[in-house]
T-cell receptor
């Protein structure tokens, strides 16, 4: 069972360039999330989607955009990367927005130089 | 503001018991989660508490006191593979998860 898959696993990106981090789940979960994890800080929510066709802003949405065209995919786009976006990005999904545990992808380590 | 506090690092001995504390101040409360995260890997779910008291699951137990804004994760019979970070997260009134920075647990032989 694949679960939740992220791509790429790591990337070095020049400042000012755009990039899309991919996330796909095969669990038919309604809710999906994008977090960033930085040393010494807790996971911070960037954007979320409670169901296909809807998205919402999390704690740190600036500089990022998402779309949810279908249940399985939830890509995260950086329109013009800046060094402060250097982080590990985790995509997660759960059965519903209000309940239960979240399942995480393996993460994308992004370095913006 | 919303805040989740956990110790940054703890050390324990293989075979022993360790308690990792978590205190929280959030805009409302709709459940508390504990996750385990090995270095370089994704967080994985350990436990969920929404009512006061102790939830036991094998070697791991989690306790919640909503009136005190307090939880702990108890790990018994520690094994080397338990070396990891343990993340506490609280779901607030908006049903969003607020995460602590995590406690790095080091197990020594």
């Amino acid at each position: 069972t694949a679960g939740i898959t992220q791509a790429p696993t790591s990337q070095i990106l020049a400042a000012g360039r755009s990039m899309t981090l991919r996330c796909t789940q095969d669990m038919r979960h309604n809710a999906m999330y994008w977090y960033r994890q930085d040393l010494g800080l807790g996971l911070r929510l960037i954007h979320y989607s409670n169901t296909a066709g809807t998205t919402g802003k999390g704690e740190v949405p600036d500089g990022y955009s998402v779309s949810r065209a279908n249940t399985d995919d939830f890509p995260l786009t950086l329109a013009s990367a800046v060094p402060s976006q250097t982080s590990v990005y985790f995509c997660a999904s759960s059965v519903g927005g209000e309940t239960t545990e979240a399942f995480f992808g393996q993460g994308t380590r992004l370095t913006v130089v | 503001g919303q805040n989740i506090d956990q110790p940054t690092e703890m050390t324990a001995t293989e075979g022993a018991i360790v308690q990792i504390n978590c205190t929280y101040q959030t805009s409302g409360f709709n459940g508390l989660f504990w996750y385990q995260q090995h270095a370089g890997e994704a967080p994985t779910f350990l436990s969920y508490n929404v009512l006061d008291g102790l939830e036991e699951k094998g070697r791991f137990s989690s306790f919640l006191s909503r009136s005190k804004g307090y939880s702990y994760l108890l790990l018994k019979e520690l094994q080397m593979k338990d070396s990891a970070s343990y993340l506490c997260a609280v779901r607030d009134n908006n049903y969003q998860l607020i995460w602590g920075a995590g406690t790095k647990l080091i197990i020594k032989p």
